[in-house]
C-alpha cells in the first residue's frame, strides 16, 4: 500500500498544470495508483475552479488557504485500497516504449544501474533518471543540490526516512543524505527528477565519479 504521498504544495502545482513534464509525470504515476491523492487534486480542482471564477472578488487570506491545505493533508486516506485501472498503456511505458527490465540500463556500481532518460524530455532543464538498485543492494550515501523528486516504479527501497513502496513519492534536498537500501526480493527501480546534480558524501567520490549527478 503507498504510505508515501506528494504534499499538498506539490499537487496543488499540478493542479494548476505548473509543474515541469517530468515532473507532473512522477505525481501522474502515483496518482494513476493513489486514489487518496486523487481526491486530494479534485478538491484542489474545484478550489481553483471556484477562485477562478471569483477572482478577483474573492480574496482568499492566507489563513483561510493554510486551513484548506491542513484539511486536505489530514485526510490520509489509508484504508482505502483502490488502484485505477488503466486501459492502455500506463504513461511511463508510452515514455519508454519498452518493459524496464530490457532497458539499456548502464551499470555503475555493483548494486546500482542508471539510465539517463533526459533527451526524452527535450527543452527541459530538469536531469531525469531511471535508477536500478538490485534486490539487497546498497547505493553510496550522497546528498542532494537542489532538489530530487523519486517515484519508485518497482519493488522497495528504505533509509532513514522509511521504507518506501511501489508508487510511494519523496522528495529529497540538500540537507538529506540519503543512503538507500533495496529491500524485498526484487530490484528496486525509481524515477527521479533532478534539480540539481548530486553531490557523493561517501569515501569512494572520486572513484565513483560517474556516479555523480
Ligand atoms: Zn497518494
Known sequence: MTRHHPDSLTLMEYSAGN??????????????QCSHCRSRVDTLDSLGAVMME?????????SMFDSILSRI????????VVTRVINGMSPLQKLLGEDLDTLPWKR???????LDISERFPGQSEQVVLQKLAAGGKAPAHTHRGEETTIVLQGAFADQKGVFNQWDCVVLNDSDEHKAVAVGCEDCITLSVLSAPVKLTGTFTRMLNPFIR
Do not use: F, M
Open 19 to 32: 509543474l515541469t513534464e517530468p515532473h507532473a509525470l512522477c505525481i501522474r504515476l502515483h496518482l494513476d
Open 54 to 62: 471569483h477572482q478577483p472578488k474573492v480574496d482568499v487570506s492566507e
Open 73 to 80: 493533508d489530514s485526510d490520509t486516506g489509508e484504508n482505502e
Open 108 to 114: 555503475q556500481l555493483g548494486d546500482v544501474s542508471v
